[in-house]
């Protein structure tokens, strides 16, 4: 009877022990293929950039290569659907982000729940929005501009990348905090936009910093602060929002997200591997120059970022009764 129990326990504990075993085993040999990091903007934007500068170095450190999809259409939609219906295994991944935590509440019948169905891995980098101004207007500072657009109701045009953007959001975020009537003017993405704006048809607009930063820095652009909580290493001298706005802040971040299900052996690894390439300097000068800052951290953070993100903005969507195009 005794030898027949401590056989029964030790076939027990070796069942308890195999698939520790077995997915310890799965973290160290992933990945033993190319991960496909799907990017759900145009080649050539800040999304598909900072893909590119994240995925040479992951390579490195992963062993394997990662290779960028481009998935563009519906805001990100498509994309992020690509990586929701992907296995969970850890070699779909998805470089989510500020649209992400905004159509959840813009769009009413997404095929997908985002915070439900892509589990965090980590986030990568925090990015100011700059309110400029075309030269011509008349202010030099945020209580000038805030006076001037009081001044002058429904007579001042913001401009978009377009409607239910991360740019339309921060002016609608702005407006709704300073009490001004600005007229949102939606362009399809920043380079219409931005043109128009130096050539006067717009007077004002809230860009992603690395789509503005050097016609603000040749003077083609009028910079009057950047909508982050801290200033900007980018751009040291110039105030942020919040000083003149209290409260405000409208950054965008990027990070990096999975199909919901993938192993928590690979989401950690994933995230230890991340974090060290956000910990390189190399790597960290090159998003300083992208006026962006990296955010180190848990895959939990990153998941307690995303929520924040989706409630804040889903207030300013609704305030605004704002329609996706």
Known sequence: MKSTRRTFLHLTSGAVVLPAVSRIARAETYPTRPVHLIVAFAAGGTNDTVA????????ERLGQRLVIENRTGAGSNIGTEVVVRAPPDGYTLLMAGTP????????DKLPFNFIRDIAPVAAILSMPDVMEVNPSLPVSTIPEFIAYARANPGKVAMA????????????????????INLVHVPYRGDAPALVDLMGGQVQVMFDLMPASIEYIKTGKLRAL??????RSEALPDLPTVGEFVPGYEASAWLGVGAPA????????KLNREINAVLSDPKFKARLTDLGASVLPGSSAEFGKLIADETGKWGKVVRAANIKPE
Do not use: C, D
């Open 225 to 230: 602060g950047v909508t982050s909580v801290a």
């Open 52 to 59: 590119r500068l994240l995925g040479q170095a992951l390579s």
């Open 100 to 107: 992400n935590a905004i159509n959840a509440t813009l769009y």
């Open 160 to 179: 978009s990348a377009g409607t239910g953007g991360a740019t339309h959001l921060a002016g609608e975020l702005f407006k709704a905090m300073t009490g």
């Open 261 to 268: 299900k993938t192993p928590v052996e690979i989401i950690e």
